[in-house]
Structure formats: structure tokens, C-alpha cells
């Protein structure tokens, strides 16, 4: 659950600093940076973000649940 909420809050931060630096680029004037500066932060964000799903599926803390989820065969037993 928490990783879930994390996600979640990852993807959010993403969208207000996209929505942001929308805002800052229309209505600042032209010698303020803070529309690159934010956009810069949303791309460490979403590589973040990337990089975080990436790691926790080669580590198995997340599993794939989609329509065609991975089955993975039981252990065999000896």
C-alpha cells in the first residue's frame, strides 16, 4: 500500500509541476526562469519515477496485475 501511495504522489507532483510551469510560462514575463526550472523538476521526477518501477520489479517488490498478469509455473518439489 505504501509503494502504491508513493506512486501515486510521484505521479501528482509530475502533473502540478507540468500544470506549474503551463501557468508560469503564459503569465510570467520574459525574463523569469521559473518555467524551465519547473520543468526541469518534472523531469527528474518522471526519471525518478522510472527508475523507481524499474527497480522494484527487477527486485520483485512489484508484480505485474494487469489483464495478462505473469504466472509464474510452482516450484517443484523433490
Not at 501511495?5 to 508560469?24: E, Q
Request: aromatic residues 10%.
Amino acid at each position: 500500500m505504501l509503494g502504491k501511495m508513493l506512486i501515486i504522489g510521484t505521479f501528482l507532483g509530475i502533473l502540478y509541476t507540468l500544470a506549474s510551469s503551463f501557468y508560469f510560462l503564459v503569465k510570467d514575463d520574459s525574463d523569469s526562469d521559473r518555467a524551465v526550472r519547473r520543468l526541469t523538476l518534472r523531469i527528474g521526477l518522471s526519471l525518478a519515477l522510472i527508475g523507481a518501477l524499474w527497480a522494484g520489479f527487477q527486485l520483485g517488490i512489484i508484480e505485474p496485475q494487469g489483464v495478462n498478469p505473469v504466472r509464474y509455473p510452482a516450484p517443484v518439489g523433490n
